[in-house]
């Protein structure tokens, strides 16, 4: 089992785009594993591990594992230039995205798209 949390955090955090369009939370962009400090914090971005799992046994040993996240964007307004500044982080540390939907949640007046992605690495040493 690989945890790509921190390479995740590191990744959108990193992401010039991103340092521009988030919210800023002590001076750092808006970008938290699970949840948010501040509920009122707009734009921000948080996400989560899905699942993470092995693959491709051999010699009673796993050599592979798949490990999946959600990457949720919040915004009061068009999310469109987060989006593509999330997916091309993601992309560049090798995971694919799996899904998309833009979603408003009516009892914040928030745009809330939530993104998942999926990587499968193997294990080596």
Do not use: C
Request: hydrophobic share 35%.
């Amino acid at each position: 089992m690989i945890d790509h949390g921190d390479l995740i955090l590191d990744t959108l955090k990193g992401n010039q785009v991103l340092i521009d369009e988030l919210g800023q939370y002590y001076g750092s962009p808006a970008v938290f594993r699970l949840f948010s400090p501040e509920g009122n914090l707009y734009p921000r971005v948080t996400f989560f591990e899905l699942n993470n799992f092995d693959t491709q046994f051999g010699d009673n040993k796993a050599n592979a594992g798949i490990g999946k996240f959600q990457i949720d964007i919040w915004t009061k307004g068009n999310p469109k230039i987060i989006k593509q500044a999330v997916n091309e982080s993601m992309e560049s540390i090798g995971f694919f995205r799996t899904f998309v939907t833009e979603m408003y949640e009516e009892e914040t007046k928030t745009i809330h798209v939530p993104m998942r992605y999926k990587k499968e690495e193997g294990y080596y040493g």
